[in-house]
């Protein structure tokens, strides 16, 4: 299952939502859980091989837990099925398949204190990976020809995503602006799920379309190091 395009997707899209809950600072109400709860949180938040250890886990039993059509779901215009249409996933059929997720998985997720509701935590992650496995092939395909790892933490056997570094939410303003000329508008960089969320976290899409429209201006900044170092151990165990 592990060698399956389709499950490593769906491990990017749930170790994005874990890697990005990760790097969060405990609150106040985190630090008054029980000992194990906090211990079990404090190592993924430190161990990078625990990090992805536990999220191949919970891949795992998430993924094998769907229905066949949602495992397999690609890219097929001629046959819509309930999971092709725009996300989000309608409620009911989220609520199913959350439903039939295993109880390891959902105890697990509330142990290592990731969330207080695993359906709603991992609703996002099912929408997401029924968007990008069932999405039609980018019109910037042909840019990863020579890409070969994430542009960002240099990771090469995951999957990537292409993300526009002049954002498309702000392209009118960007030209009525005269921040760019239209020809840059397309310029994207290829990183790794985890990565591309990080930096729609770290600015705005004004911002980053100002000053960050290049990967050799996201990497002049320090927390952008210090994530991809990070980030850069949390390796797969081969299986």
Wanted: aromatic content about 8%.
């Amino acid at each position: 299952m592990t060698d399956e395009p389709n499950y490593q997707v769906f491990r990017e899209c749930l170790s994005s939502a874990i890697v990005s809950h990760s790097e969060e600072k405990p609150s106040k109400a985190n630090k008054r859980r029980g000992a194990k709860r906090s211990q079990a949180d404090s190592s993924l938040r430190t161990d990078p091989e625990d990090l992805a250890e536990f999220i191949d886990f919970i891949a795992a039993e998430v993924f094998s837990s769907l229905p066949p059509p949602l495992q397999s779901l690609t890219y097929d215009p001629s046959a819509p099925t309930p999971y092709h249409q725009p996300p989000p996933l309608p409620q009911p059929l989220l609520d199913t398949l959350t439903a039939n997720i295993p109880l390891e998985a959902i105890d697990s997720l509330l142990v290592y204190g990731l969330t207080d509701d695993p359906s709603r935590f991992l609703a996002p992650v099912l929408n997401e990976y029924a968007a990008a496995v069932a999405a039609a092939p980018p019109v910037w395909a042909s840019t990863r020809a020579h890409t070969t790892a994430c542009e960002i933490c240099d990771r090469d056997w995951i999957p990537l995503t292409y993300h526009h570094l002049i954002p498309k939410q702000v392209h009118a303003k960007v030209l009525k602006k005269g921040w760019h000329e239209p020809h840059m508008l397309g310029s994207v960089a290829w990183l790794c799920r985890a990565c591309h969320s990080f930096v729609h976290r770290m600015a705005s899409n004004e911002v980053l379309a100002r000053e960050y429209y290049t990967v050799e201006r996201i990497l002049e900044r320090d927390e952008v190091q210090q994530w991809a170092k990070w980030v850069g151990r949390v390796r797969w165990k081969a299986k």
